[in-house]
T-cell receptor
């Protein structure tokens, strides 16, 4: 596709369940970022992957959050034992050179 | 601490009038500066960026932004607003030259253009 895609677009889960969010970056983009957008916190950086380098995990809010990027392309953000405060829109972006291009996001609702 | 400020939660403009959405930043070095727009239930769309060179940069949909180093500002402007410009606008800064770094976002400014 032409842009960054994310799935699912919406996810409703129960507190305590694990969820996986997927991001397909733009083909050829070498860097991939995850952000979280919530009412109280605005847009927050979570994690970034650049080529074969170790990811920058400095934005992950707790050890319940993890992410991986397989084959330098698709990335999965996993949230274990979800809490209600995890409810937010999770945005993925990929980068070629200077500009980050964002996907449509996954809206996560934890009941 | 590095930060981006968008002092106005909302900007109201009449269609056809010029608009300005303000952004100031507190980041060391020579950051890259960006504006993004978000329409309801959509992701962020890139509008424009400043890296170096001319302080006035032009972007998508007729928007432009002026970089002012002494005031550490990067205000978004458009000479004639359209109703379809109504959306949420985010200013963002990439703290280090090179681009491959996290973005620090402002809180966002909602632009409402009235017919």
């Amino acid at each position: 596709g032409a842009g960054v895609s994310q799935s699912p677009s919406n996810k409703v889960t129960e507190k305590g369940k694990d969820v996986e969010l997927r991001c397909d970056p733009i083909s050829g983009h070498t860097a991939l970022y995850w952000y979280r957008q919530s009412l109280g916190q605005g847009l927050e950086f979570l994690i970034y992957f650049q080529g074969n380098s170790a990811p920058d995990k400095s934005g992950l809010p707790s050890d319940r959050f993890s992410a991986e990027r397989t084959g330098g392309s698709v990335s999965t953000l996993t949230i274990q034992r979800t809490q209600q405060e995890d409810s937010a829109v999770y945005l993925c972006a990929s980068t070629l050179r200077d500009t980050q291009y964002f996907g449509p996001g996954t809206r996560l609702t934890v009941l | 601490a590095q930060s981006v400020a968008q002092p106005e939660d909302q900007v109201n403009v009449a269609e056809g009038n010029p608009l300005t959405v303000k952004c100031t930043y507190s980041v060391s070095g020579n950051p890259y500066l960006f504006w993004y727009v978000q329409y309801p239930n959509r992701g962020l769309q890139f509008l424009l960026k400043y890296i170096t060179g001319d302080n006035l940069v032009k972007g998508s949909y007729g928007f432009e932004a002026e970089f002012n180093k002494s005031q550490t500002s990067f205000h978004l402007k458009k000479p004639s607003a359209l109703v379809s410009d109504s959306a949420l606008y985010f200013c963002a800064v990439s703290p280090f030259s090179g681009g491959y770094n996290k973005l620090i976002f402002g809180a966002g400014t909602r632009l409402a253009v009235h017919p």
